[in-house]
């Protein structure tokens, strides 16, 4: 049985950092893409950042790019998103996502797998 957790998340300030984890099992963690989308309240969920199964391609959506780093650990089973200099609008729940080895991959409907979802709400 797949399993994704997301953790890490919480409230903070505009300016500050985070680093939301998920850890992930029942997998071959080392062969699958890892993505991070975010759902903001009455919104649609998107594309964060994407990674491939060995890190060698990274993507990030336009409104994250400089500040957000997406980082991948197979021998933890593990996928990171660094989150620095925090907006307002970056207030969303965040979920993790995963899908057998392939390209980098955009869209909700393209991952296999997803964690229960982490909230992150950054004051202004």
């Known amino acids: 049985q797949v399993q994704l957790v997301e953790s890490g998340g919480g409230l903070v300030q505009a300016g500050d950092s985070l680093r939301l984890s998920c850890a992930a099992s029942?997998?071959?963690?080392?062969?699958?893409?890892m993505g991070w989308f975010r759902q903001p309240p009455g919104k649609e969920r998107d594309i964060v950042a994407a990674?491939?199964?060995?890190?060698?391609?990274?993507d990030y959506a336009d409104s994250v790019k400089g500040r957000f780093t997406i980082s991948k650990d197979n021998a933890k089973n593990t996928v990171y998103l660094q989150m620095n200099s925090l907006k307002p609008e970056d207030t969303a729940v965040y979920y993790c996502a995963a899908r057998r080895r392939g390209r980098l991959y955009y869209t909700a409907g393209e991952y296999d797998y997803w964690g229960q979802g982490t909230q992150v709400t950054v004051s202004s």
């Open positions: 990674i491939t199964w060995n890190g060698g391609a990274i």
């Open positions: 029942g997998l071959t963690f080392s062969s699958y893409v």
